[in-house]
């Protein structure tokens, strides 16, 4: 399917993706729960924040999804052709109720470089750094490092691709809260995932 995007059928792609996102969260009995629905997206075929928003607000409506429970993702390993146009993407966003967050932190173009430029309300760590934390000193510490880094930023730390409760316990122990992966519930079609979090962690929404 996204070998089959191009710049010709991008936008349109980005459009009904966030449609289906929606649509399909309602559906699954978002509404009857607390959680946020987090939708990623391609900041190259937004050619207009604020044009481009409006058929995802027109959804929204429709479907009773209140908007300041969507999160806007976008991800560090989509080439930014324009860093300045997504920052202001992501300002726009910020400024509608949105929240933002950058997807695969650590593991994609410009890195942080592009974290330089703006900040979104929440970083995720992509698996690479996560997996087998708890026995690797070099990303223990490249974590950590990113930690303090969060904090002195204000940005929420989510750690993915987290598998098994020592990785857990390694990134409690780093003092992130926030995880997913499948340690905390599998991805399913078109339903919501019942979460199992062990101990004091919470799920990523």
């Known amino acids: 399917m996204l070998a089959q995007v191009t710049a010709d ?22 509404l009857e729960t607390g959680a946020r629905l987090s939708i990623n997206f391609l900041p190259n075929a937004v050619y207009s924040p604020k044009a481009c928003i409006q058929l995802t607000l027109k959804t929204a409506a429709a479907t009773g999804f209140p908007t300041e429970r969507l999160i806007f993702e976008f991800t560090e390993q989509e080439e930014m052709a324009d860093p300045a146009h997504v920052a202001n993407i992501v300002a726009t966003y910020r400024a509608m109720g949105f929240g933002t967050a950058l997807d695969d932190f650590g593991a994609g173009h410009a890195g942080l470089g592009l974290l330089a430029r703006f900040q979104p309300d929440m970083l995720k760590l992509d698996m690479e750094l996560i997996r087998d934390i708890d026995a690797s000193l070099p990303r223990r510490v490249i974590v950590e490092g990113v930690v303090r880094m969060a904090e002195a930023l204000g940005l929420t730390l ?48």
């Open 9 to 30: 059928n991008r936008y349109a792609f980005d459009q009904q993706c966030r449609v289906k996102a929606i649509e399909t969260a309602v559906r699954s009995g978002i």
């Open 158 to 205: 989510i750690a993915e691709g987290v598998e098994s409760e020592a990785e857990l316990e390694a990134l409690r122990g780093l003092g992130i809260r926030y995880v997913q992966g499948y340690l905390i519930a599998r991805p399913g079609f078109e339903v919501l995932p019942v979460p199992a979090v062990p101990g004091r962690a919470k799920a990523a929404a």
